[in-house]
């Protein structure tokens, strides 16, 4: 893929969950970029190289926290800004995690709802990205996102 994207904190400090894997595997260089950003609103994305990984960009999406408020919304915004941000880029494949389905607490159903459909209306629109993954964490989250795309295309016929 041409980009991945991390679930990120307003800080963008990355320690655990995915944020911790892309840090493990592509190098410190993505840190130190994320350092001269410092900041990335809830519902928002910045985007910085991708260090040692095979993609070429990491986009840190700025993910909500269960409890602050218009949780939805910030979840959709996070998703849209990053695919806003993909396409400026000239990315034509991305890959998402269930953004704040961890430590943020954001139920994976309602997640996979509003992620799945702000990818196909984002797409549907007309987009130079060509494929959007989302890379889930277990076979619980996988079988959440499954069962909501089904729903999703089942509607779209």
């Known amino acids: 893929v041409d980009a991945i994207v991390n679930a990120a904190n307003s800080r963008l ?3 655990g969950g995915v944020a911790g894997a892309i840090l493990r595997k592509g190098g410190w260089s993505i840190q130190e970029e994320c350092d001269k950003i410092g900041y990335c609103p809830v519902g928002g994305a910045v985007i910085t190289g991708a260090g040692k990984l095979k993609a070429k960009y990491v986009i840190h999406a700025g993910g909500p926290r269960m409890g602050e408020g218009d ?3 910030k979840l959709k915004n996070a998703m849209l800004n990053s695919l806003k941000l993909a396409e400026k880029h ?3 494949s991305i890959a998402f995690p269930a953004i704040s389905t961890g430590i943020f607490g954001f139920p994976k159903d309602r997640c996979a709802k509003i992620m799945l459909m702000t990818a ?6 007309g987009s130079r990205i060509e494929r959007v993954i989302f890379c889930l964490y277990d076979d619980e989250t996988y079988r959440i996102f ?3 795309l089904e729903r999703i295309r089942a509607e779209l016929v």
């Open 146 to 148: 499954s069962d909501e």
């Open 90 to 92: 000239g990315v034509k």
């Open 71 to 73: 949780e939805d919304d």
């Open 120 to 125: 196909v209306e984002y797409l549907k629109r």
């Open 13 to 15: 400090k990355m320690g």
